[in-house]
């Protein structure tokens, strides 16, 4: 080996230096690229200040009425609609009220809003994303149809951007859709998410939802969700449905939005149902069920709720000794009465201090 080297040294010689030319070269190359990169990038950056600066006055001299939309449009070239959606967003995310509708307006003399229709035919996924999600900052109607094709695209991302964008704009044809694909979904984020938006629709959304939580077969997280609109808003319309929702599901959550939204609508034929669930095994669907009996305030219901005065389990105790004090004299002189027979200081301290509020 040792000959072999020594007979063929001026060839690995001439490897090495070639090795180390090649290495050199490459360093030289990429730190030239390096180099003009950061030129190249400084360039941008000081050209997109002048833009962004150009636009920040204009923009202001617009909402001001001092220039129109046609003397904005000179200032914004096709080219650079990527870093004037940027700029624009900033603007559409803080401003409210009619200072925000001139600026959608603004958008759609500059055919910003096509420009972003033709972003949901591309293939990358952010570009998709982004585009719906500009569109709902713009309150775009005329893309709801296309957000609504989005819904079924091949990436979860975009679906669920385009599902938000649909309860943004609270567009009820697709709600259907978006509920039967959110009930996949898990976790509390999910859950918050889609009460919030529900929410926001008010009062407009509660026949469809009552359409789909009647003829759809939906996850119980989902049917909760449903069931709590129905109790914020105090829609009766729906209660045999929710009884019977109530009765085929084994997720204590969703019993117990069940009596919770029941309950809101104080109807004094749901005594008995609500009794009936006092004898539950679940702690908390015991304590749903003495409030939702506390809520409708029938003196009659009195003598079950006076039984768990006493209880053992403390929540149990205190929501039953509130409910009766919302029995007016029934459920209080029951109370005065229980006060000497309890056998835990903790609950007649708890009777004692809900009596003389």
């Known amino acids: 080996m040792i000959n072999w080297i020594l007979n063929h040294r001026s060839d690995i010689l001439l490897f090495i230096v070639f090795s180390i030319g090649l290495q050199l070269t490459l360093i030289i190359t990429l730190m030239g690229y390096a180099i003009l ?20 006055k204009a923009l202001f001299l617009f909402l001001e009425d001092e220039i129109n939309a046609s003397d904005y449009q000179n200032l914004v070239l096709k080219k650079d609609y990527v870093y004037f959606g940027d700029f624009i967003k900033e603007f559409l995310l803080d401003i ?63 679906r669920l951007t385009a599902a938000t964008n649909l309860m943004q704009v609270k567009d009820l044809e697709s709600l259907e859709t978006i509920l039967i694909q959110m009930q996949t979904k898990t976790g509390k984020e999910y859950q918050n998410l889609l ?20 003829s759809i077969e939906l996850s119980d997280w989902i049917r909760s969700i449903c069931v709590q609109i129905f109790g914020y808003y105090v829609y009766t319309d729906v209660q045999d449905k929710v009884i019977e929702v109530y009765t085929a599901t084994e997720d204590p959550e969703l019993k117990i939005s069940c009596i919770s939204a029941l309950a809101t609508n104080e109807d004094p034929t749901l005594i008995d149902f609500f009794e009936q669930q006092l004898d539950h095994n ?76």
């Open 96 to 158: 409210k009220g009619d200072e925000k509708s001139k600026i959608r307006d603004l958008l759609v003399e500059l055919n910003f809003d096509n420009y972003l229709l033709k972003k949901l035919n591309r293939r990358t996924t952010w570009e998709r994303v982004y585009a719906i999600y500009f569109l709902g900052l713009m309150d775009c109607h005329k893309s709801i149809s296309n957000i609504r094709d989005a819904l079924h695209d091949k990436s979860e991302l975009v």
């Open 282 to 357: 679940n702690q908390s669907i015991v304590i749903a069920s003495v409030k939702a009996l506390g809520q409708l305030g029938i003196a009659t219901s009195a003598r079950r709720l006076i039984e768990f005065v006493d209880s053992d389990d403390f929540w149990v105790a205190k929501n039953s000794i509130e409910a009766l004090t919302q029995l007016g004299e029934s459920g209080l002189k029951l109370l005065d009465e229980a006060a000497a027979s309890c056998n835990k200081q903790m609950n007649r301290d708890l009777i004692t201090e809900f009596t003389k509020q």
């Open 195 to 214: 009460t919030v938006h529900l929410l926001e629709y008010g009062t407009s959304i509660l026949k469809e939802l009552e359409r789909i939580f009647r």
């Open 37 to 56: 990169n950061r030129i190249l990038q400084s360039r941008l950056r000081k050209r997109l200040e002048k833009k962004h600066n150009t636009w920040y």
